[in-house]
């Protein structure tokens, strides 16, 4: 038993970053039908901007977090001014390469410029685990945990409440209507990357402090599909629950399947939970069905 | 000898519907031909024979990525996961079977058929994006099987296959030459069976999935079929891709078909023109010989002792891919099949503009 309570423990910790990184790659589908497959990449960029504001400009820590979050943002507005507006209108298939381009050219230039082995966080928080229902957790997962999920309350407010986040839900609904109500697309577009952006930039040091900064960062990119498939793409209440439910079952999988198996099933559970998914309801558990009409 | 149409003077259907023309289109056919299975295998070295065999082994996977993405309009992320179940397979037919390959590589393309129907039944459901993910999921299912079924690779986790070469009866394919022709004779076979697709029924209802597919379904095409169909025969060009590569490469590991794999024959398909054959070609010939290229330049740079170096070969050729398939998207979508297109148009008219 003390072993479940752990391991679910552990997933909710991890489903907190996968729900964060989530809602960037929600976020820029929602606003323009694009999959962000360069988001991973984008988090592992924001690790190393952090770690350079950190440890070589020696910047205070909130003041590098803010740093890094402003030039990724920045570069969120580049992909979208530079990359994706002028593909409007393209099929699916070259948006999606366009995307992979930019997760190539990041894959290179990230390491080229800083080195590819494993660097670590200075430390901020002390090293000794707290116990928290008899389970042993660091305090950086607590801290990164607790962070997430404050983002995801800023997030919510954004949208609920603020004229951005309402404009950008509308966009969503229908572009040409809510053009027509004077809303500006460019701008909601160009914004969407932008806060994307700077929930890579956090995704980027939460994962650098848990993990160490090397590029093997970007692959949390890939473990964000299962997430959205399965909380249903346009969906940011999905994209919160989905996060949690995969980070559990991922490390479920990987205490119980794993010796079963020989190892290895904490990265193919998801994917074989999201075809599943994908069969059963296509839209996942909170996307919008699309009814089609010729 | 240099003929250009300047009207219709076809008198019979046989004669409109061929696939060449022209009499100059005909005889560069021909001139290819020659300087493909003559010229080239006599007179190129060992090591451009290799990039070519891989271009040719190359051109056959884009050739069937491109009947589903450009033909069908359904987007596989699955292609890489896809070689590997049939290079396997084929592998295994051979060792634990002895079976010679033109046996194996067939097998081998129907069992791939048959797995990329499979992960292909989502396509019925989910279009587009969520299709994407979906075959991106077949890729890393088919990945963690491999590493971790003891039953496939028969020697444990991880293990690799190793192969005999080719043999046709008693005749060994073991040279680079040999193989030349071992290759590029499955190449043929593969770009003439897509060019003749595109023009039948099947080919067509591709098309018309492809551009609205519940339209497609009022006019009468069988979406399920089709969809699956499509699936079926991008896949089975997929496991005689990985099948070849077994056979010329002699060793079969999962390390060559991996995410990136899918990845570098989507950039082809792009970067050679969506829906296009020759198209699909120039990809596969572009996106091979990008590595071996990008080594030589660098390899000139050092030797001259040229002021800057380009730095780390796989982040540089990164960065160049990445850079590449940007480009094209933005400036050329129709890829290299409309640049070459463009520039016979061009010719047809030399001396005038229009």
Redesign the interface.
Known sequence: MTFFVELTVNGLMVGALYTLVALGFVLV?KAS?V?NFAQGEQVMLGGYLALMMLASVRLPLPVAILATMAVMAGLGFVVERG?LR??TG?????V???T??????????T??IWSAEVRGFPAILPATPVKILGVPISPVNIASAVLAVVFMAIFGYFFQRTRFGVAIRAVSDDPQAAAAMGIDLRIVLALSWAIAGIVSAMGGVIWGNMLGVDPYLALVG?KV??VV?LGG?DSIMGAVIAGFLVGVLENLAAGYVDPL????AK??VP??V??AV??VR??GLFGREII??? | MIHRECGVYQTSYRADMAVYKLPLARWGLAGFGVVLFLVLPLAAGEYILSILNLVGIASVGAIGLNLL?GGA?Q?SLGQGGFMAVGAYTAAIFALRLGLPFWLSIPAAGFMTALVGSV?G??SL??K???L???T???Q??IE?NL??SAWITGTG?QGALVLEPPALGWLALDTEVKKYYFVMAFAILATVAARNISRTYLGRAFVAIRD?D??AE?MGVNIFRYKLLAFAISSFYAGVTGALWAYYTQVVSYEHFT?GTS?DY??MI?IGG?GSVPGSILGAAFITMLPAGLRELMETVKRLGLPGTL??F?????????????GF??FE?GGLARIWRRAKDYFRLWPFAY
């Open positions: 589908y039908e999959i990359i002028p593909l393209y099929p699916v298939v070259s999606i390469m366009a992979i381009g930019l997760a190539a050219v990041l894959r290179g230039i390491p080229m890939v599909f299962p498939i793409l198996v020989g190892g290895g990265d193919v994917f074989v999201l075809i994908l069969m296509p839209y089609e009409r010729v | 993405v309009g987007i992960f039944i989502p459901r989910v587009g994006l969520y994407a993910i979906a991106l999921a077949a890393f299912i963690w590493l971790h986790a609205h519940v339209a009022i995410l990845i989507l950039a792009i969506l730095g780390n796989t982040y540089t050729r990164e960065i160049l891919f990445g850079l590449i398939i940007i998207l933005i979508p």
